[in-house]
């Protein structure tokens, strides 16, 4: 996993994994429940399309899944997102990239 920001949409948006299923999404979310306390407030579940938001440190902050695009994360105030929430974004990403790759490193290890 490489951690990949983008600011095509007008707000620092984090690509967390562009090729993943499912059940990686309730990865990413049970690491933000369980080591940062997040509790998800809004659920959204569509039939490709998973979006859920939190609070973390006073931002609302969004975490998306697609199957045709990954997961990413993002402030739900998207375009009218200040430079906090932004940074919040890779705060996040940050803490995120070093907990997967510490899974992903178990996973291959015989």
């Not at 609302?60 to 430079?83: C, D, Q, W």
């Not at 906090?84 to 997967?100: C, M, Q, R, T």
Request: hydrophobic residues 35%; glycine residues 2%; charged residues 25%.
């Amino acid at each position: 996993m490489s951690l990949t920001l983008r600011t095509d949409f007008g707000c620092t948006e984090a690509i967390i994994d562009d090729d993943c299923g499912l059940k990686r999404f309730y990865e990413v979310a049970n690491i933000l429940s369980d080591n940062l306390e997040i509790r998800f407030t809004q659920k959204q579940d569509d039939f490709d399309t998973l979006t859920w938001s939190f609070l973390y440190k006073n931002h609302i902050l969004t975490l998306h899944y697609n199957i045709y695009t990954g997961i990413s994360l993002y402030p739900t105030k998207f375009r009218e997102a200040v430079r906090k929430d932004n940074d919040a974004v890779v705060e996040v990403a940050n803490f995120l990239e070093s907990k997967l790759l510490v899974h992903q490193t178990r996973r291959y290890v015989s």
